[in-house]
């Protein structure tokens, strides 16, 4: 998984390099990260119980207040596991 991950990124990278990248692409490489983590959360978050969703309401705020998706993610998690041994 590792090799694949790498060969992933290089090739992107490679990719990059040889093709001009405009306005709209360097834009929707930006947002990518929280597009995939929206992806990856939405349907935790929509299966999930209140745990999940009070979860997600602390990393929104924390999101929205530092502007860190890192940060919010941390804490998110640390919500959730909080908050499933309280509920």
């Given at each position: 998984?590792?090799?694949?991950?790498?060969?992933?990124?290089?090739?992107?990278?490679?990719?990059?390099?040889?093709?001009?990248?405009?306005?709209?692409?360097?834009?929707?490489?930006?947002v990518?990260?929280?597009a995939?983590?929206?992806?990856?959360?939405?349907p935790?978050?929509?299966?999930?119980?209140?745990p999940?969703?009070?979860?997600?309401?602390?990393v929104?705020v924390?999101?929205?207040?530092?502007?860190?998706?890192?940060?919010?993610?941390?804490?998110?998690?640390?919500?959730?596991?909080?908050l499933?041994?309280?509920?």
């Amino acid at each position: 998984m590792a090799a694949a991950t790498y060969l992933t990124k290089a090739g992107g990278l490679w990719l990059l390099t040889r093709f001009g990248v405009n306005d709209r692409v360097e834009a929707a490489l930006e947002v990518l990260p929280g597009a995939i983590v929206v992806a990856v959360l939405g349907p935790e978050l929509a299966t999930g119980g209140p745990p999940e969703w009070l979860a997600g309401s602390v990393v929104a705020v924390v999101a929205w207040r530092t502007g860190n998706i890192f940060l919010a993610l941390v804490t998110g998690v640390g919500a959730v596991v909080v908050l499933r041994a309280m509920l």
